[in-house]
Protein backbone atom coordinates (compact mmCIF):
# COMPACT_ATOMS: atom_id res chain seq x y z
CA UNK A 1 0.00 0.00 0.00
CA UNK A 2 2.50 2.50 1.25
CA UNK A 3 4.80 1.77 -2.09
CA UNK A 4 2.13 2.68 -4.39
CA UNK A 5 1.39 6.10 -2.97
CA UNK A 6 5.11 6.91 -2.64
CA UNK A 7 5.34 6.04 -6.68
CA UNK A 8 2.37 7.99 -7.74
CA UNK A 9 3.89 11.43 -6.53
CA UNK A 10 6.62 11.97 -9.52
CA UNK A 11 4.30 11.57 -12.02
CA UNK A 12 1.75 14.33 -11.15
CA UNK A 13 4.71 16.43 -9.85
CA UNK A 14 5.80 15.94 -13.92
CA UNK A 15 2.43 16.03 -15.28
CA UNK A 16 1.88 19.71 -13.62
CA UNK A 17 5.08 20.88 -14.73
CA UNK A 18 4.41 20.30 -18.40
CA UNK A 19 1.12 22.12 -17.91
CA UNK A 20 2.69 25.41 -16.47
CA UNK A 21 4.80 25.09 -19.24
CA UNK A 22 2.53 24.98 -22.03
CA UNK A 23 0.19 27.98 -19.99
CA UNK A 24 3.35 29.84 -20.04
CA UNK A 25 3.96 29.23 -23.70
CA UNK A 26 0.77 30.36 -24.13
CA UNK A 27 0.74 33.33 -22.63
CA UNK A 28 3.79 34.20 -23.91
CA UNK A 29 2.48 33.86 -27.67
CA UNK A 30 -0.55 36.33 -26.56
CA UNK A 31 2.08 39.02 -25.15
CA UNK A 32 3.74 38.70 -28.26
CA UNK A 33 1.10 39.11 -30.74
CA UNK A 34 -0.09 41.56 -28.73
CA UNK A 35 2.91 43.86 -29.58
CA UNK A 36 3.04 42.96 -33.38
CA UNK A 37 -0.85 44.15 -33.29
CA UNK A 38 -0.08 47.59 -31.33
CA UNK A 39 3.28 48.13 -33.58
CA UNK A 40 1.07 47.06 -36.76
CA UNK A 41 -1.81 49.62 -35.09
CA UNK A 42 1.23 52.55 -34.73
CA UNK A 43 2.80 52.50 -37.98
CA UNK A 44 -1.11 52.89 -39.50
CA UNK A 45 -1.01 55.70 -37.52
CA UNK A 46 1.78 57.25 -38.51
CA UNK A 47 1.25 56.68 -42.24
CA UNK A 48 -2.16 58.74 -41.72
CA UNK A 49 -0.83 61.25 -39.89
CA UNK A 50 2.49 61.80 -42.65
CA UNK A 51 -1.30 61.87 -45.38
CA UNK A 52 -2.64 64.23 -43.86
CA UNK A 53 0.10 66.61 -43.32
CA UNK A 54 1.18 66.28 -46.82
CA UNK A 55 -2.37 67.53 -47.72
CA UNK A 56 -2.18 70.00 -45.51
CA UNK A 57 1.64 71.36 -46.35
CA UNK A 58 -0.30 71.02 -50.63
CA UNK A 59 -3.88 73.35 -49.49
CA UNK A 60 -1.34 75.79 -47.97
CA UNK A 61 0.85 75.97 -51.01
CA UNK A 62 -2.10 76.20 -53.50
CA UNK A 63 -3.38 78.69 -51.49
CA UNK A 64 -0.03 80.51 -51.47
CA UNK A 65 0.29 80.45 -55.09
CA UNK A 66 -3.25 81.33 -55.38
CA UNK A 67 -3.25 84.51 -52.78
CA UNK A 68 0.28 85.53 -54.97
CA UNK A 69 -1.39 85.34 -58.34
CA UNK A 70 -4.02 87.28 -56.79
CA UNK A 71 -1.71 90.10 -55.60
CA UNK A 72 -0.17 90.11 -59.00
CA UNK A 73 -3.53 90.91 -60.53
CA UNK A 74 -4.42 93.23 -58.24
CA UNK A 75 -1.00 94.98 -58.81
CA UNK A 76 -1.35 94.56 -62.55
CA UNK A 77 -4.76 96.31 -62.60
CA UNK A 78 -3.20 99.23 -60.10
CA UNK A 79 -0.33 99.39 -62.68
CA UNK A 80 -3.17 99.72 -65.48
CA UNK A 81 -5.05 102.61 -63.75
CA UNK A 82 -2.18 104.18 -62.66
CA UNK A 83 -1.41 104.75 -66.39
CA UNK A 84 -4.61 105.29 -67.84
CA UNK A 85 -4.85 108.45 -65.20
CA UNK A 86 -0.93 109.60 -66.00
CA UNK A 87 -2.72 109.28 -69.53
CA UNK A 88 -5.50 111.17 -69.06
CA UNK A 89 -3.41 113.56 -67.26
CA UNK A 90 -1.48 114.29 -69.99
CA UNK A 91 -4.46 114.09 -72.83
CA UNK A 92 -5.78 117.15 -70.17
CA UNK A 93 -2.89 119.02 -70.11
CA UNK A 94 -2.12 118.67 -73.58
CA UNK A 95 -5.52 120.02 -74.13
CA UNK A 96 -4.94 123.09 -71.93
CA UNK A 97 -1.80 124.01 -73.59
CA UNK A 98 -3.70 123.51 -76.77
CA UNK A 99 -6.53 125.94 -75.75
CA UNK A 100 -3.70 128.22 -74.37
CA UNK A 101 -1.73 128.50 -77.35
CA UNK A 102 -4.89 129.18 -79.57
CA UNK A 103 -5.95 131.99 -77.25
CA UNK A 104 -2.72 133.69 -77.64
CA UNK A 105 -2.87 132.91 -81.07
CA UNK A 106 -6.45 134.32 -81.47
CA UNK A 107 -4.95 137.09 -79.08
CA UNK A 108 -1.85 137.99 -81.49
CA UNK A 109 -4.02 139.31 -83.89
CA UNK A 110 -6.65 141.23 -83.52
CA UNK A 111 -9.12 143.83 -85.63
CA UNK A 112 -7.98 147.25 -85.81
CA UNK A 113 -11.15 149.16 -84.83
CA UNK A 114 -14.38 148.02 -82.86
CA UNK A 115 -17.90 148.41 -83.36
CA UNK A 116 -17.72 147.77 -87.06
CA UNK A 117 -19.51 147.16 -89.93
CA UNK A 118 -17.72 145.67 -93.01
CA UNK A 119 -18.29 147.00 -96.22
CA UNK A 120 -16.27 147.22 -99.00
CA UNK A 121 -14.23 143.56 -99.63
CA UNK A 122 -11.02 142.47 -100.56
CA UNK A 123 -11.00 142.19 -104.71
CA UNK A 124 -14.17 143.63 -104.94
CA UNK A 125 -15.11 145.49 -108.31
CA UNK A 126 -16.35 149.30 -107.96
CA UNK A 127 -15.71 152.91 -109.95
CA UNK A 128 -13.97 154.15 -106.77
CA UNK A 129 -10.82 152.29 -107.87
CA UNK A 130 -8.78 152.30 -110.50
CA UNK A 131 -8.27 148.78 -110.07
CA UNK A 132 -9.97 145.99 -107.81
CA UNK A 133 -10.15 146.66 -104.16
CA UNK A 134 -6.75 145.93 -102.17
CA UNK A 135 -8.09 145.90 -98.72
CA UNK A 136 -11.01 145.23 -96.40
CA UNK A 137 -13.53 148.71 -95.06
CA UNK A 138 -14.07 148.99 -91.85
CA UNK A 139 -17.46 151.21 -91.72
CA UNK A 140 -17.01 153.58 -88.33
CA UNK A 141 -17.62 157.19 -87.40
CA UNK A 142 -14.63 159.57 -87.78
CA UNK A 143 -12.37 159.34 -85.16
CA UNK A 144 -12.51 155.74 -84.04
CA UNK A 145 -9.97 154.69 -82.23
CA UNK A 146 -7.52 152.78 -84.67
CA UNK A 147 -5.02 149.97 -83.39
CA UNK A 148 -2.11 148.19 -84.53
CA UNK A 149 -3.54 144.56 -85.38
CA UNK A 150 -0.23 143.18 -84.30
CA UNK A 151 3.20 144.23 -82.61
CA UNK A 152 5.68 145.53 -85.20
CA UNK A 153 7.58 148.33 -86.56
CA UNK A 154 6.11 151.46 -88.12
CA UNK A 155 7.66 151.87 -91.39
CA UNK A 156 5.81 154.40 -93.00
CA UNK A 157 3.15 156.94 -91.14
CA UNK A 158 2.01 160.34 -93.28
CA UNK A 159 -0.39 161.86 -95.45
CA UNK A 160 -0.36 161.11 -99.20
CA UNK A 161 -0.89 157.54 -98.23
CA UNK A 162 2.35 157.34 -96.43
CA UNK A 163 4.01 157.46 -99.61
CA UNK A 164 1.59 154.87 -101.99
CA UNK A 165 -0.35 157.73 -103.24
CA UNK A 166 -2.93 160.56 -102.62
CA UNK A 167 -5.64 157.91 -103.09
CA UNK A 168 -5.19 156.43 -99.54
CA UNK A 169 -5.03 159.94 -97.72
CA UNK A 170 -3.61 159.46 -94.37
CA UNK A 171 -2.26 155.72 -94.18
CA UNK A 172 0.26 154.05 -91.90
CA UNK A 173 2.29 151.03 -92.39
CA UNK A 174 4.01 148.44 -89.80
CA UNK A 175 6.39 145.46 -90.26
CA UNK A 176 5.62 142.59 -88.60
CA UNK A 177 7.52 139.05 -88.92
CA UNK A 178 7.70 136.43 -91.76
CA UNK A 179 7.21 139.07 -94.49
CA UNK A 180 3.72 140.62 -93.36
CA UNK A 181 3.19 144.21 -93.34
CA UNK A 182 -0.59 145.76 -92.42
CA UNK A 183 -1.80 149.00 -94.15
CA UNK A 184 -4.22 151.53 -92.50
CA UNK A 185 -5.98 154.57 -94.65
CA UNK A 186 -8.37 157.13 -94.84
CA UNK A 187 -7.15 158.60 -91.20
CA UNK A 188 -8.35 161.95 -89.74
CA UNK A 189 -4.88 161.70 -87.20
CA UNK A 190 -1.81 159.96 -87.63
CA UNK A 191 -0.49 158.96 -83.54
CA UNK A 192 2.71 157.57 -84.27
CA UNK A 193 6.51 157.93 -86.15
CA UNK A 194 8.33 155.89 -88.40
CA UNK A 195 10.66 153.46 -86.71
CA UNK A 196 8.29 153.13 -83.63
CA UNK A 197 7.67 150.23 -81.63
CA UNK A 198 3.98 149.34 -81.88
CA UNK A 199 2.61 146.87 -79.46
CA UNK A 200 -0.88 144.53 -80.07
CA UNK A 201 -4.03 146.73 -79.61
CA UNK A 202 -2.04 149.95 -79.41
CA UNK A 203 -3.66 152.65 -80.61
CA UNK A 204 -1.89 154.64 -83.79
CA UNK A 205 -4.41 156.73 -85.04
CA UNK A 206 -8.10 157.84 -85.42
CA UNK A 207 -10.21 156.87 -88.66
CA UNK A 208 -11.47 159.52 -91.20
CA UNK A 209 -12.73 160.10 -94.28
CA UNK A 210 -9.53 161.54 -95.85
CA UNK A 211 -8.29 160.62 -99.56
CA UNK A 212 -10.30 158.75 -101.90
CA UNK A 213 -13.09 157.96 -99.50
CA UNK A 214 -16.77 158.30 -99.65
CA UNK A 215 -18.04 158.22 -95.98
CA UNK A 216 -15.67 157.83 -92.75
CA UNK A 217 -14.34 153.97 -92.63
CA UNK A 218 -11.12 152.29 -92.14
CA UNK A 219 -8.95 150.84 -95.02
CA UNK A 220 -7.48 147.98 -94.03
CA UNK A 221 -4.75 145.93 -96.27
CA UNK A 222 -2.18 143.05 -95.42
CA UNK A 223 0.61 142.99 -97.59
CA UNK A 224 3.92 141.16 -98.26
CA UNK A 225 5.72 144.17 -98.80
CA UNK A 226 5.60 147.69 -97.53
CA UNK A 227 4.20 148.63 -100.77
CA UNK A 228 0.85 148.95 -103.06
CA UNK A 229 0.55 145.79 -104.98
CA UNK A 230 1.20 143.30 -102.50
CA UNK A 231 -1.86 143.10 -100.74
CA UNK A 232 -4.11 139.54 -99.89
CA UNK A 233 -7.51 139.16 -98.31
CA UNK A 234 -6.85 140.65 -95.35
CA UNK A 235 -10.21 139.29 -93.81
CA UNK A 236 -9.27 135.77 -94.34
CA UNK A 237 -5.90 136.41 -93.49
CA UNK A 238 -7.09 137.31 -90.00
CA UNK A 239 -9.44 134.39 -89.87
CA UNK A 240 -6.48 131.95 -90.10
CA UNK A 241 -5.06 133.80 -86.96
CA UNK A 242 -8.38 133.36 -84.48
CA UNK A 243 -10.15 136.62 -85.52
CA UNK A 244 -13.40 136.84 -85.98
CA UNK A 245 -14.18 139.27 -89.09
Not at 86 to 94: N, S, T
Not at 96 to 103: C, D, G, H, R, T
Not at 120 to 139: P, R
Request: hydrophobic share 40%; no cysteine.
Amino acid sequence: MFERVTSRFPRTSATRTRAAVLAAGLGTSVVLGAGVAAAVDNTAASGAAGAVQAQAAAQSKAAETQAKAVQAQAAKAQKAAEAKKAAAAKAAQAKKAAKAAAKKKAASWIDPVKSYKLSASFAQNGGMWAHKHSGQDYAVPTGTPVMAAHGGTVVKAGGNGAGDGPAYGNAIVIKHGNKTYSQYAHLSSVNVKVGQVVKTGQKIALSGNTGNSSGPHLHFEIRTTPNYGSAVDPAKFLRSHGVTV
